[in-house]
């Protein structure tokens, strides 16, 4: 059951029909993020509370260039799990525009035994322009302690040329962790004994994101 909801352009949050889940979808509602936009988003699920979050469409983040310098925008997400709560979400694709930085941070406090499923598409640059800019934090707790802290600088130079990043943090008690190397630019860490990242660089979108979900296959089957 939906307790509280609220929201404004551009994020805008609805509810769907679900079995056994309480279903978000998240709808783009006006154009961000745009330069200087602060945009976040908080969901917190109480104890036992299953819920699922997907996004309709894909983000595009347009910016401007000041200086010689791109003007940041930011999009910052908290999601706290309570103790027993299962959460799948997948945001969209964020497209990072020509002349555009946008700083993405992910806070992720589990409960116990919470479980999560959480994925994460950026792509630098529509096709035949060139890359965007962007950052992308991890901040992951359990019980209120650090589980993963990761900061990565997505350029061009430190992607290995790719410019798509598909990862996905997968967490829960009857989860079974293990590293897996699938390729140079596609990998599956253990990071305890109940939370895995995937991580996979491509030039393709689509591609990129049917590596990840074979990958989280492989590796939680």
Do not use: K, N, Y
């Not at 917190?44 to 819920?51: K, P």
């Not at 790719?162 to 599956?188: E, F, N």
Request: hydrophobic share 45%.
């Amino acid at each position: 059951m939906l307790g509280e909801v609220a929201c404004a352009p551009p994020l805008t949050l609805r509810q769907v029909r679900g079995q056994g889940r309480c279903e978000l979808r998240l709808v783009g509602t006006a154009a961000g993020p745009l330069a200087g936009d602060d945009l976040s988003i908080c969901l917190q699920l109480r104890a036992g509370a299953r819920a699922t979050l997907r996004a309709t469409g894909a983000s595009v983040a347009q910016g401007r260039v000041d200086g010689g310098a791109a003007v940041a925008g930011s999009l910052s997400i908290h999601a706290d799990l309570a103790e027993g709560a299962d959460l799948v979400a997948d945001p969209g694709a964020l497209v990072v525009c020509q002349g555009s930085r946008v700083d993405v941070r992910l806070d992720l406090a589990l409960g116990a035994g919470a479980a999560l499923d959480w994925r994460e598409l950026i792509v630098l640059g529509r096709t035949g322009e060139p890359a965007g800019q962007a950052t992308l934090r991890w901040d992951v707790t359990r019980l209120g302690r650090p589980v993963l802290r990761q900061f990565a600088d997505l350029t061009l130079g430190l992607t290995a040329g790719r410019r798509v990043l598909a990862c996905a943090l997968i967490a829960g008690p009857a989860l079974a962790p293990r590293t897996v190397v699938a390729s140079p630019v596609a990998v599956a860490q253990r990071i305890d004994d109940h939370t895995l990242l995937v991580t996979v660089l491509d030039d393709d979108a689509a591609r990129a994101t049917r590596q990840l979900d074979d990958l989280c296959t492989r590796v939680t089957s």
